[in-house]
Nanobody, 131 residues
Framework: EVQFVESGGGLVQAGGSLRLSCAASGFTFDDYAIGWFRQAPGKEREGVSC????????YYADSVKGRFTISSDNAKNTVALQMNNLKPEDTAVYYC????????????????????????WGQGTQVTVSS
């Protein structure tokens, strides 16, 4: 069974940092693109950062470029999202997911995943940034 467990969220002041972690199981980690998505109340789910299979190329949404860094540890089946210089608009529930066919770029921009109705998802971790 495919499972994702996200952790590391919390409340932080603007300008602060958080490191999210996603533990994945139930599939061959190396063969999947892995991605972080987020959803704020009343807004569409957004692909924040994704990494291609075997820790290949990375994609970042324009809104997080230069502030967020995605990394994967294939030996531990985990993917992390280091978030620096956080802004109030980063407030959202953050989720991770994976896909065996898409590249990281494709995964983050895929309408199927942005809908939230396709694929496997964890319970998410809440990130709240106060101004």
């Amino acid at each position: 069974e495919v499972q994702f467990v996200e952790s590391g969220g919390g409340l932080v002041q603007a300008g602060g940092s958080l490191r999210l972690s996603c533990a994945a199981s139930g599939f061959t980690f190396d063969d999947y693109a892995i991605g972080w998505f987020r959803q704020a109340p009343g807004k569409e789910r957004e692909g924040v950062s994704c990494i291609s299979r075997s820790a290949g190329s990375t994609y970042y949404a324009d809104s997080v470029k230069g502030r967020f860094t995605i990394s994967s540890d294939n030996a531990k089946n985990t993917v992390a999202l280091q978030m620096n210089n956080l802004k109030p608009e980063d407030t959202a529930v953050y989720y991770c997911t994976a896909d065996p066919y898409y590249s990281g770029y494709e995964l983050c921009l895929a309408d199927l995943y942005r809908s939230g109705d396709f694929g496997f998802w964890g319970q998410g971790t809440q990130v709240t940034v106060s101004s």
